[in-house]
Nanobody, 117 residues
Framework: QVQLVESGGGLVQAGGSLRLSCAAS????????MGWFRQAPGKEREFVAA????????YYADSVRGRFTISRDSAKNTVYLQMNSLKPEDTAVYYC??????????WGQGTQVTVSS
């Protein structure tokens, strides 16, 4: 069974930066598309970013493109989300997810990111 554990969340002022990490175990990490999602209070969970199994292709939501960077280190079975120029509207619980084939089957427990104005 694949397990995903996020870390790196916290409280930061607007304009600041955070780097989230997601450590994977129990599966074939190098074969999965990895993604980050977030859910703000009272809102549905939304896509943030994804990276292909090779790391060669990345995808971003329009709201974070140019500010966030997703990357992966297959040697460490870890995916990262570097978040710069953070805004109060980025406040949410951030989730890491793994997609073996067609959909995201595995999810982490989430890490809270709070951006103060």
């Amino acid at each position: 069974q694949v397990q995903l554990v996020e870390s790196g969340g916290g409280l930061v002022q607007a304009g600041g930066s955070l780097r989230l990490s997601c450590a994977a175990s129990g599966g074939t990490f190098s074969r999965y598309v990895m993604g980050w999602f977030r859910q703000a209070p009272g809102k549905e969970r939304e896509f943030v970013a994804a990276v292909s199994w090779s790391g060669g292709s990345t995808y971003y939501a329009d709201s974070v493109r140019g500010r966030f960077t997703i990357s992966r280190d297959s040697a460490k079975n870890t995916v990262y989300l570097q978040m710069n120029s953070l805004k109060p509207e980025d406040t949410a619980v951030y989730y890491c997810a793994a997609k073996p084939i067609k959909k995201y089957d595995y999810w982490g427990q989430g890490t809270q990111v709070t951006v103060s104005s």
